[in-house]
């Protein structure tokens, strides 16, 4: 079960701004991030034939945008995992909003990917729990926690002293 | 405002919304050829396709997640599906697809190939005794899948193999497969006439009835395989006699 080029173009055309959203949040550069979206739909676009509808296109491509973008921050000598790449995440745009982006930083990898899938990628629960192989309410869980660890550090930080 | 929509809003904040899809980039990159559209109707031509787009992918995508969230499986002791097909899907499907599912003694050759962005790990099985589909020799050799990278998901990791060397495989053979090296094989191991269900290369299915299973399996070294089928649901054995009637010839 191949993917067509069809599909893929497709999902492209319905999806891009939610692949750069999240891809965004891991790069820390809206510019690197569409780099990385084109390079995964490129490669989706390739490697179609070994798509075998084991999950969703969009999850495959997801996938896929992720190894890109961690093939783009390792080094040689060295290979980032996930985790690693999650962690180090520079986010784009900090001055945005300094107290959050501080925040955001202190959240373990796990909570961070979950909060860069729903709020910058605008994935759905669903969509979240079959691309980090975990359950919807996991995701809702991990959310509310994360969402909880954020508060108590921006009341922390933006208390008057 | 409650607290968590304060922490959504500005969560929103970071966020850059830019027109600079180009989809005519993507086909470059991929070496090809953008459809060549007349220049003149060109930005008509996209927008209303954009408008098409929207108008086909919104309700989709709406509807794919209403479904993924109201089409749970009834409780299962199972693994969890891992965004993969689930296995009795998969299995029905491979002799329609033209693949076989093999029961055989497998060990890693050594030889690995690499072509673009895939590595290919070369596995030789004896004693195959082919379960559904074309029937195969005694002796083969079969090509595992892995990225250069490690995998970042259970999905995407290669299948494992019980520590004797038993499994169980779906061998897709070279013309389908569209590789140059040769079949490919997807594996579980099989431990004790018990096939371990894991989302490693997508050997999982809630819906099937499992037992836990905790013990040493074998993966293709540096794929870490292993941690993540663990950490993505973890391992439930099914008797292979069971397994035997989700087959298309029985």
């Not at chain 1, 783009?72 to 107290?99: F, I, K, M, Y």
């Not at chain 2, 689930?86 to 060990?107: C, D, H, I, M, N």
């Not at chain 2, 019980?162 to 431990?191: C, K, N, Q, W």
Request: proline content about 6%; hydrophobic content about 45%; aromatic content about 6%.
């Amino acid at each position: 079960m191949a993917a067509s080029t069809e599909a893929i173009e497709a999902l492209y055309r319905s999806r891009y701004a939610s692949f750069r959203g999240g891809m965004a949040a891991i790069t820390g550069s809206y510019e690197t991030a569409r780099d990385v979206v084109h390079e995964a739909f490129a490669q989706a676009l390739r490697d179609r034939e070994q798509y075998r509808g084991e999950g969703s296109l969009a999850a495959w491509v997801w996938r896929i945008a992720f190894r890109v973008a961690l093939g783009s921050r390792s080094s040689r000598r060295r290979e980032l995992t996930l985790d690693e790449l999650v962690a180090a995440a520079p986010l784009p745009s900090p001055e945005r909003d300094p107290s959050l982006a501080e925040a955001l930083k202190r959240l373990s990898p796990q909570r961070r990917l979950i909060v860069f899938l729903r709020h910058f990628a605008d994935l759905s629960y669903a969509e979240i729990a079959s691309l980090c192989e975990i359950s919807e309410g996991t995701v809702a869980a991990t959310l509310a926690h994360a969402h909880a660890d954020l508060l108590k550090d921006l009341q922390r930080e933006e208390a008057p002293r | 405002m409650s607290d968590a929509q304060m922490i959504e809003e500005r969560l929103r904040g970071f966020r850059v919304d830019a027109d600079d899809a180009d989809w005519e980039d993507v086909l470059r990159r991929a070496e090809m050829a953008p459809k060549r559209v007349p220049a003149r109707l060109s930005r008509r031509r996209m927008a209303l396709a954009l408008v098409a787009c929207i108008a086909i992918a919104a309700p989709a995508i709406v509807l794919s997640g209403l479904l993924n969230s109201s089409h749970k499986p009834a409780a299962s002791t199972g693994p969890t599906s891992s965004g993969c097909v689930p296995l009795r899907s998969r299995l029905q499907a491979t002799t329609r697809s033209g693949q076989s599912v093999v029961e055989a003694v497998g060990a890693l050759t050594g030889q690995s190939k690499t072509q673009q962005l895939t590595i290919y790990h070369e596995m030789r099985l004896r004693t195959v005794r082919t379960l559904s589909g074309k029937t195969l020799p005694r002796n083969l050799s079969g090509w595992i899948q892995t990225s250069p990278q490690p995998a970042a998901f259970a999905a995407d990791a290669p299948g494992l193999w019980a520590p004797d060397g038993h499994l169980i495989a779906i061998l897709t053979p070279a013309r389908l497969a569209h590789t140059p090296v040769g079949p490919l094989l997807s594996i579980a191991p099989l431990v004790h006439g018990n096939v371990i269900l894991n989302s490693a290369a997508c050997w999982a299915d809630p819906s099937l009835p499992t037992s836990a299973f905790t013990g040493r399996l074998q993966e293709v070294p540096g794929s870490n395989a292993y941690t993540l089928a663990q950490r993505a649901g973890g391992f439930h054995a099914y008797p292979l006699s069971q397994l035997l009637r989700l087959l298309p010839s029985h």
